[in-house]
Antibody, heavy 121, light 107 residues
Framework: QITLTESGPTLVKPTQTLTLTCNFS??????????VGWIRQPPGKALEWLAFIYWNDERPYSPSLKNRLTISKDTSKNQVVLTMTNMDPVDTATYFC?????????????WGQGTMVTVSS | DIQMTQSPSTLSASVGDKVSITCRASQSVASWLAWYQQKPGKAPKLLIH???ILETGVPSRFSGNGSGTEFSLTISSLEPDDFATYYC??????????FGQGTKLEI
């Protein structure tokens, strides 16, 4: 059974760097075909895809946020980390991590519950 | 980037109705299209991937169709649990996997 859990600060100040961790179980990112992505959703708004990391370390990013995002994995800890620099109040959102794999053609078949991040001074 | 446009943005319907939601891509995504259902305060749930493949456990009243730039999600007979917001997402390999803006299905 695959599960994912996001963790990180609930409040960050403008200009700070946000670091979010996704702890997962039920699969390994060292296994061919596996991947984890990050998606966010501002209150009352649509989903926005941020980044994805494949088992082979390919890392596509949202073009509009590419300069601010870094996604990485630690296969020994079953963790994926997303950092976002220069946070702004418009980045206030619920941040989700989700599993994607070859079996589902990299659609997000399992999601974490999400973590709400507020950006405010 | 590929832009995904859903229509309508809001859809009012009743239990038992047949409804369809359309998703259009600004360029071809072949069949790399997924549909998700999201209820308030919850994470999205995958309903359909590869445009028409029903995820395990999803009721057969849900179906997906289309390829290239035009796709649809159809619910054949609405049940109370189906009132939610629906999103399409393209996932053309190694491109940004854009979501549509969502369709709120309400009573």
């Amino acid at each position: 059974q695959i599960t994912l859990t996001e963790s990180g600060p609930t409040l960050v100040k403008p200009t700070q760097t946000l670091t979010l961790t996704c702890n997962f179980s039920g699969f390994s990112l060292s296994t061919s075909g596996e991947g984890v992505g990050w998606i966010r959703q501002p209150p009352g708004k649509a989903l926005e895809w941020l980044a994805f990391i494949y088992w082979n370390d390919e890392r596509p990013y949202s073009p509009s946020l590419k300069n601010r995002l870094t996604i990485s994995k630690d296969t020994s800890k079953n963790q994926v980390v997303l950092t976002m620099t220069n946070m702004d109040p418009v980045d206030t959102a619920t941040y989700f991590c989700a599993h994607g794999s070859y079996s589902h053609h990299y659609a997000f078949n399992i999601w974490g519950q999400g973590t709400m991040v507020t950006v405010s001074s | 980037d590929i832009q995904m446009t859903q229509s309508p943005s809001t859809l009012s319907a009743s239990v038992g109705d047949k409804v369809s939601i359309t998703c259009r891509a600004s360029q071809s995504v072949a069949s790399w299209l997924a549909w998700y259902q999201q209820k308030p305060g919850k994470a999205p749930k995958l309903l359909i991937h590869r445009a028409s493949i029903l995820e395990t456990g999803v009721p057969s009243r849900f179906s997906g169709n289309g390829s290239g730039t035009e796709f649809s999600l159809t619910i054949s007979s609405l049940e109370p649990d189906d009132f939610a917001t629906y999103y399409c997402q393209e996932y053309n390999t190694y491109s940004p996997y854009s979501f549509g803006q969502g369709t709120k299905l309400e009573i």
